[in-house]
Protein backbone atom coordinates (compact mmCIF):
# COMPACT_ATOMS: atom_id res chain seq x y z
CA UNK A 1 0.00 0.00 0.00
CA UNK A 2 0.89 3.79 -0.31
CA UNK A 3 2.94 4.99 2.29
CA UNK A 4 4.55 8.64 3.42
CA UNK A 5 7.16 8.22 6.16
CA UNK A 6 8.69 11.21 7.60
CA UNK A 7 11.62 9.89 9.76
CA UNK A 8 11.34 10.98 13.37
CA UNK A 9 8.97 12.31 15.54
CA UNK A 10 11.09 15.24 16.58
CA UNK A 11 13.85 16.75 15.85
CA UNK A 12 16.18 19.13 18.51
CA UNK A 13 19.08 21.47 17.11
CA UNK A 14 20.48 24.09 17.97
CA UNK A 15 19.63 28.11 17.01
CA UNK A 16 21.72 28.75 13.75
CA UNK A 17 22.33 25.24 12.53
CA UNK A 18 20.72 23.82 9.66
CA UNK A 19 17.66 21.40 10.06
CA UNK A 20 17.22 18.53 7.89
CA UNK A 21 13.78 16.75 7.42
CA UNK A 22 12.81 13.86 5.72
CA UNK A 23 10.01 12.58 3.89
CA UNK A 24 9.99 9.12 2.29
CA UNK A 25 7.59 7.25 0.43
CA UNK A 26 6.48 3.83 -1.30
CA UNK A 27 3.82 2.61 -3.94
CA UNK A 28 3.83 6.25 -4.98
CA UNK A 29 4.46 8.09 -7.95
CA UNK A 30 3.64 11.31 -7.17
CA UNK A 31 3.65 14.48 -9.63
CA UNK A 32 4.47 17.10 -7.76
CA UNK A 33 5.39 17.00 -3.36
CA UNK A 34 4.60 19.63 -1.33
CA UNK A 35 5.73 21.28 2.25
CA UNK A 36 3.90 22.71 4.84
CA UNK A 37 3.78 23.86 8.41
CA UNK A 38 1.34 23.68 11.34
CA UNK A 39 1.38 25.28 14.84
CA UNK A 40 0.05 23.54 17.39
CA UNK A 41 -4.17 24.07 16.70
CA UNK A 42 -3.38 26.16 13.77
CA UNK A 43 -3.79 25.18 9.96
CA UNK A 44 -1.17 23.99 8.14
CA UNK A 45 0.96 26.80 6.53
CA UNK A 46 1.87 25.82 2.69
CA UNK A 47 5.96 26.41 2.35
CA UNK A 48 6.98 25.16 -0.83
CA UNK A 49 6.26 23.31 -3.91
CA UNK A 50 8.01 20.80 -5.94
CA UNK A 51 7.42 18.76 -9.31
CA UNK A 52 9.03 15.22 -10.31
CA UNK A 53 10.66 16.78 -12.71
CA UNK A 54 12.45 19.22 -10.33
CA UNK A 55 15.58 18.18 -8.43
CA UNK A 56 15.76 21.32 -5.97
CA UNK A 57 13.44 24.60 -4.99
CA UNK A 58 14.48 27.46 -2.65
CA UNK A 59 12.74 30.24 -0.84
CA UNK A 60 15.16 32.51 1.28
CA UNK A 61 16.49 30.15 4.14
CA UNK A 62 14.27 27.47 2.69
CA UNK A 63 15.15 24.16 0.29
CA UNK A 64 13.34 21.26 -0.54
CA UNK A 65 14.90 18.63 -3.34
CA UNK A 66 13.03 15.57 -4.89
CA UNK A 67 15.06 12.34 -5.81
CA UNK A 68 12.09 9.91 -7.11
CA UNK A 69 14.72 7.65 -7.44
CA UNK A 70 15.39 7.55 -3.99
CA UNK A 71 11.62 7.95 -3.67
CA UNK A 72 12.55 10.95 -0.79
CA UNK A 73 12.45 14.37 -0.54
CA UNK A 74 14.51 16.34 2.12
CA UNK A 75 13.43 20.03 3.67
CA UNK A 76 16.18 22.16 4.66
CA UNK A 77 16.15 25.40 7.04
CA UNK A 78 19.29 27.16 6.94
CA UNK A 79 20.45 29.62 10.18
CA UNK A 80 17.24 27.93 11.99
CA UNK A 81 15.57 30.44 14.45
CA UNK A 82 13.28 29.50 17.77
CA UNK A 83 10.69 31.18 15.59
CA UNK A 84 10.91 27.84 13.38
CA UNK A 85 9.88 25.58 15.93
CA UNK A 86 6.81 23.62 14.50
CA UNK A 87 5.71 20.61 12.98
CA UNK A 88 6.52 20.39 9.44
CA UNK A 89 4.18 17.89 6.99
CA UNK A 90 5.17 16.70 3.97
CA UNK A 91 2.37 16.03 1.36
CA UNK A 92 2.26 13.94 -2.35
CA UNK A 93 -0.25 14.12 -5.57
CA UNK A 94 -0.26 11.85 -8.34
CA UNK A 95 -1.84 15.05 -9.99
CA UNK A 96 -3.68 11.90 -12.07
CA UNK A 97 -6.32 14.10 -13.66
CA UNK A 98 -9.08 15.87 -12.05
CA UNK A 99 -9.21 13.54 -9.13
CA UNK A 100 -6.24 15.00 -7.30
CA UNK A 101 -5.81 14.69 -3.67
CA UNK A 102 -3.03 15.00 -1.44
CA UNK A 103 -1.87 12.41 0.74
CA UNK A 104 0.26 13.78 4.12
CA UNK A 105 2.65 13.04 5.86
CA UNK A 106 2.44 12.69 9.72
CA UNK A 107 4.97 15.22 10.28
CA UNK A 108 7.96 15.99 11.98
CA UNK A 109 8.20 18.53 15.22
CA UNK A 110 10.94 20.67 15.08
CA UNK A 111 12.34 22.37 17.80
CA UNK A 112 15.39 24.93 17.89
CA UNK A 113 17.21 25.48 20.96
CA UNK A 114 18.25 29.09 21.71
CA UNK B 1 -4.45 34.89 7.88
CA UNK B 2 -5.08 32.52 5.21
CA UNK B 3 -8.16 34.21 3.51
CA UNK B 4 -10.40 30.68 4.50
CA UNK B 5 -12.75 30.81 7.66
CA UNK B 6 -14.21 28.08 9.49
CA UNK B 7 -17.14 28.28 11.60
CA UNK B 8 -17.53 26.76 14.36
CA UNK B 9 -14.30 27.21 16.31
CA UNK B 10 -15.71 24.33 19.00
CA UNK B 11 -18.18 22.37 19.14
CA UNK B 12 -18.67 19.62 21.97
CA UNK B 13 -21.79 17.31 21.44
CA UNK B 14 -22.95 13.93 22.20
CA UNK B 15 -22.62 10.28 20.95
CA UNK B 16 -25.69 9.37 17.99
CA UNK B 17 -26.32 13.53 17.52
CA UNK B 18 -24.95 15.74 14.10
CA UNK B 19 -23.17 18.37 13.25
CA UNK B 20 -22.71 20.84 10.77
CA UNK B 21 -19.13 22.42 9.99
CA UNK B 22 -19.29 25.58 7.70
CA UNK B 23 -16.29 26.87 5.50
CA UNK B 24 -15.61 29.75 3.38
CA UNK B 25 -13.27 29.41 0.72
CA UNK B 26 -10.58 32.29 -0.37
CA UNK B 27 -11.93 34.79 -2.81
CA UNK B 28 -11.64 33.56 -6.10
CA UNK B 29 -10.77 29.94 -5.00
CA UNK B 30 -13.05 27.31 -6.51
CA UNK B 31 -11.42 24.40 -5.27
CA UNK B 32 -12.87 23.14 -1.40
CA UNK B 33 -10.86 20.39 0.30
CA UNK B 34 -11.81 18.93 4.03
CA UNK B 35 -9.66 17.15 6.22
CA UNK B 36 -9.94 15.62 9.68
CA UNK B 37 -6.73 15.24 11.59
CA UNK B 38 -6.51 13.33 15.47
CA UNK B 39 -3.49 12.92 17.30
CA UNK B 40 -3.03 8.62 15.83
CA UNK B 41 -4.27 9.35 12.00
CA UNK B 42 -2.47 12.47 11.18
CA UNK B 43 -4.50 14.64 8.34
CA UNK B 44 -6.03 12.66 6.64
CA UNK B 45 -8.43 13.95 3.21
CA UNK B 46 -12.03 13.34 3.36
CA UNK B 47 -13.17 15.07 0.12
CA UNK B 48 -12.81 17.91 -2.28
CA UNK B 49 -15.56 20.27 -4.19
CA UNK B 50 -14.63 21.90 -7.31
CA UNK B 51 -16.75 24.41 -8.54
CA UNK B 52 -20.22 22.61 -6.77
CA UNK B 53 -19.40 19.33 -7.77
CA UNK B 54 -17.53 16.22 -5.73
CA UNK B 55 -14.06 15.79 -7.52
CA UNK B 56 -11.91 13.59 -5.29
CA UNK B 57 -13.25 11.30 -2.12
CA UNK B 58 -10.71 10.21 0.41
CA UNK B 59 -11.11 7.92 3.73
CA UNK B 60 -14.67 9.63 4.14
CA UNK B 61 -17.44 7.41 6.49
CA UNK B 62 -20.74 6.87 5.00
CA UNK B 63 -21.91 8.80 8.31
CA UNK B 64 -20.40 11.67 6.48
CA UNK B 65 -21.33 14.29 4.13
CA UNK B 66 -20.12 17.40 2.34
CA UNK B 67 -21.72 19.95 -0.37
CA UNK B 68 -20.49 22.59 -2.32
CA UNK B 69 -23.24 25.85 -2.62
CA UNK B 70 -23.42 27.94 -5.32
CA UNK B 71 -21.31 30.88 -3.35
CA UNK B 72 -18.55 28.12 -3.11
CA UNK B 73 -18.83 28.26 1.04
CA UNK B 74 -18.79 24.13 1.66
CA UNK B 75 -20.13 22.52 4.70
CA UNK B 76 -19.27 19.11 6.03
CA UNK B 77 -22.17 17.00 8.26
CA UNK B 78 -21.07 14.60 10.52
CA UNK B 79 -24.34 12.09 11.75
CA UNK B 80 -24.36 9.46 14.22
CA UNK B 81 -21.55 10.90 15.65
CA UNK B 82 -18.96 8.29 17.62
CA UNK B 83 -16.30 9.55 20.22
CA UNK B 84 -13.65 8.69 17.68
CA UNK B 85 -14.56 11.38 15.61
CA UNK B 86 -13.42 13.68 18.27
CA UNK B 87 -10.70 15.65 15.92
CA UNK B 88 -9.52 18.83 14.46
CA UNK B 89 -11.66 19.31 10.95
CA UNK B 90 -9.85 21.21 8.46
CA UNK B 91 -10.71 22.81 5.04
CA UNK B 92 -9.15 24.04 2.69
CA UNK B 93 -9.01 26.22 -0.83
CA UNK B 94 -6.89 26.28 -3.59
CA UNK B 95 -7.08 28.17 -7.00
CA UNK B 96 -6.36 25.14 -9.18
CA UNK B 97 -5.72 21.52 -8.14
CA UNK B 98 -1.95 21.60 -9.05
CA UNK B 99 -1.45 24.61 -6.42
CA UNK B 100 -0.57 25.36 -2.57
CA UNK B 101 -3.70 24.37 -0.47
CA UNK B 102 -4.57 27.20 1.96
CA UNK B 103 -5.97 25.69 5.59
CA UNK B 104 -8.75 27.28 7.42
CA UNK B 105 -8.19 27.69 11.27
CA UNK B 106 -10.29 24.79 12.05
CA UNK B 107 -13.22 23.42 14.08
CA UNK B 108 -12.26 21.16 17.33
CA UNK B 109 -15.13 18.64 17.34
CA UNK B 110 -15.29 16.83 20.87
CA UNK B 111 -17.37 14.19 21.09
CA UNK B 112 -18.85 13.17 24.64
Known amino acids: SQKIEQNSEALNIQEGKTATLTCNYTNYSPAYLQWYRQDPGRGPVFLLLIRENEKEKRKERLKVTFDTTLKQSLFHITASQPADSATYLCALDKGTGANSKLTFGKGITLSVRP | DSGVTQTPKHLITATGQRVTLRCSPR?????VYWYQQSLDQGLQFLIQYYNGEERAKGNILERFSAQQFPDLHSELNLSSLELGDSALYFC???????????FGPGTRLTVL
Open chain 2, 27 to 31: SGDLS
Open chain 2, 92 to 102: ASSADRNNEQF
